[in-house]
């Protein structure tokens, strides 16, 4: 099955920095990439997603980019704000299900 | 985005007896839906995926005659934990299934079971 790995586990940047988070899967038939925003005790909530035939897309200050070749995607957040502190999940999908990766814990300080 | 609701948001029981969770998608119909565990600071872990007029496909070392699933309609999924015991005690997530790719998440239900 798929295996998403996922890394950092935990990121500091200060406010107006820009984060990044890299992920890479293991079955090249996955088509399918979104990022999720988790604040603590809440749902995931969709930030982003990107299909196979992309390389890259972009809401704001948010980016993802795709290698397919090379099996990995990554978020990228621009001039971040403190708001944006929380957990971030990539996940990859080839069949029916998403696979998650095991989170990024964000920290944006002032 | 698309809504999703769950109910109860969270739970407390006694161990030994069985809790039922709701998943409700409000604005679409979903054929599929997705029930979830997440440990304190882990990931999300796929328990089984429901599909509407069949049997939900449980993932691997998830005890089906414990997680029973239930998907009556296009918008309602339902999870009912039996016999509850105190390791069974985490925070439940469903999520339904808009397009062929889409998933959107509920609020999830926090049990804790004594």
């Known amino acids: 099955g798929e295996n998403v790995e996922q890394h950092p586990s935990t990121l500091s940047v200060q406010e107006g920095d820009s984060a990044v988070i890299k992920c890479t899967y293991s079955?090249?038939?996955?088509?399918?990439f979104p990022w999720y925003k988790q604040e603590l005790g809440k749902r995931p909530q969709l930030i982003i997603d990107i299909r196979s035939n992309v390389g890259e897309k972009k809401d704001q200050r948010i980016a993802v980019t795709l290698n397919k070749t090379a099996k990995h995607f990554s978020l990228h957040i621009t001039e971040t704000q403190p708001e944006d502190s929380a957990v971030y999940f990539c996940a990859a999908r080839g069949g029916y299900a998403l696979n998650f990766g095991k989170g990024t814990s964000l920290l944006v300080t002032p | 985005g698309a809504v999703v609701s769950q109910h109860p948001s969270w739970v407390i029981c006694k161990s030994g007896t069985s809790v039922k969770i709701e998943c409700r998608s409000l604005?679409?119909?979903?054929?599929?839906m997705f029930w979830y565990r997440q440990f304190p600071k882990q990931s999300l872990m796929l328990m089984a995926t429901?599909?509407?007029?069949?049997?939900?496909?449980?993932e691997q070392g998830v005890e089906k005659d414990k997680f029973l699933i239930n998907h009556a309609s296009l918008t309602l999924s339902t999870l009912t934990v039996t016999s509850a015991h105190p390791e069974d005690s985490s925070f439940y997530i469903c999520?339904?299934?808009?397009?062929?790719?889409?998933?959107?998440f509920g609020p999830g239900t926090r049990l804790l079971v004594l």
């Open positions: 604005d679409f119909q979903a054929t599929t």
């Open positions: 429901s599909n509407e007029g069949s049997k939900a496909t449980y």
């Open positions: 079955d090249s038939a996955s088509n399918y």
């Open positions: 999520s339904a299934q808009q397009t062929a790719e889409t998933q959107y």
